[in-house]
């Protein structure tokens, strides 16, 4: 039996507190406007990102709080304005990792509404005053470990035909997380070279678009169980601990994505960036302060670069460059009643490179 919290209609998986425990829970998602999109959730991925949220990693939560900004679907209504923009009932879309912003400052208007100041996540943020939903201004927001989502336009995504579902949902967050930074490093270059700092989610999808864009990968691991893995995408993997192997590195990349979400040491890479012209960007949302070493980085004119996500224009178009290139992310499709189970799985690191994808009908089930 759900519990009901706020209105009725929409069944969703919630942590009450900071533990990993999931209840269902039934809410009332907010009337389509002219703007806005309906959606019949499909699939949703699951993140780290979910587990930081959950926990408190990233700052105290407002529970009850469905997480998941991979969320997959069916368009079930279209307000006005939206279908003046091209969707229509029955399209295969999908929502990421933020569902409003202001729309018209300088940022939102040159497509990087991720940095907006009023930039609102999908889940366990605040809808902006003013905003768009009206009626949802000051409530905060819930994700996609639900069965249905209604979005503004600007923020859903068309899935590329022959694209499935399940793949298409974890896109528009590791595969975006991935595609921006080397969209604006790699992609148009010859003969680069890209290094990876781990190979779980993010570093996988990492490592397949940057090989699509014709670089050339190496993966920096802990040890080299996932040689083979590393192999079959066409990729060399590094040990970092392996000075003689990071030795023989010297100077070599042109960019190095860190795909790490938790505390980790850096400074050995430093060194295997190419002088002045290579960068280091961050991606994988350490809570804690990184140490970097002063000297190397001066005497090699390291630059280092965060990297949230990317904006709506850019993530349709990475949505299109990996249909057109098969690039996709590997997935497991799970039934509801085992999210719980694959929270605990994700935090202890078990599943490799897949991504769990939770199958939105069993949510109603449970």
Not at 208 to 219: D, H, N, P, Q, S
Not at 251 to 278: M, Q
Request: net charge negative; charged share 20%; proline share 4%.
């Amino acid at each position: 039996m759900a519990t009901i919290v706020g209105g009725k209609g929409t069944f969703m998986l919630a942590a009450l507190d900071e533990s990993y425990q999931l209840t269902k829970v039934e809410i009332g998602r907010p009337a389509p406007g002219p703007n806005d999109v309906a959606i019949d959730i499909k699939y949703c991925g699951m993140c780290h990102s979910d587990l930081h949220t959950i926990n408190g990693d990233w700052g105290a939560g407002k529970y009850p709080i469905a997480p998941g900004h991979e969320a997959a679907g069916v368009v079930r209504e279209v307000g006005a304005e939206a279908f003046a923009a091209g969707f229509k009932v029955g399209d295969n879309v999908a929502v990421g990792c933020m569902v409003m912003s202001c729309l018209s400052c300088q940022l939102c208007t040159t497509g990087l509404e991720q940095h907006c100041p009023k930039m609102c996540q999908t889940y366990a943020n605040m809808f902006p005053a003013g905003c768009d939903h009206d009626d949802c201004s000051g409530t905060h927001t819930n994700g996609g470990y639900s069965t249905d989502i209604t979005v503004h336009k600007r923020f859903v995504f068309k899935v590329p035909e022959g694209m499935k579902l399940e793949h298409a949902g974890p896109l528009c967050c590791a595969g975006i997380t991935t595609y921006a930074p080397l969209a604006r490093h790699v992609k148009g270059k010859a003969d680069q070279n890209v290094g990876v700092v781990g190979f779980g989610g993010l570093g996988h999808m990492a490592v397949k678009i940057a090989i699509a864009m014709g670089a050339k990968v190496t993966i920096f691991s802990r040890n080299d169980a996932k040689k083979a893995d590393a192999a079959a995408l066409g990729a060399d993997l590094v040990v970092t601990s392996d000075t003689a192997a990071i030795g023989g590195l010297f100077r070599k990349f042109d960019c190095i994505l860190d795909t790490v979400s938790c505390h980790h040491e850096i400074n050995s890479i430093i060194s295997t960036l190419k002088a002045y012209t290579g960068i280091l960007v961050l991606i994988g949302g350490v809570p804690q302060p990184y140490e970097l070493a002063g000297f190397p980085m001066v005497f090699n004119g390291t630059r280092v670069e965060g990297s949230l996500i990317g904006g709506a224009e850019l993530t349709q178009e990475m949505l299109e460059f990996c249909a057109a290139h098969e690039v996709l992310p590997e997935t497991e499709i799970i039934n509801a009643k085992d999210a719980e189970a694959s929270l605990h799985l994700l935090n202890d690191g078990v599943g490799g490179v897949k991504r769990f994808v939770i199958d939105a009908a069993t949510i109603r089930d449970m």
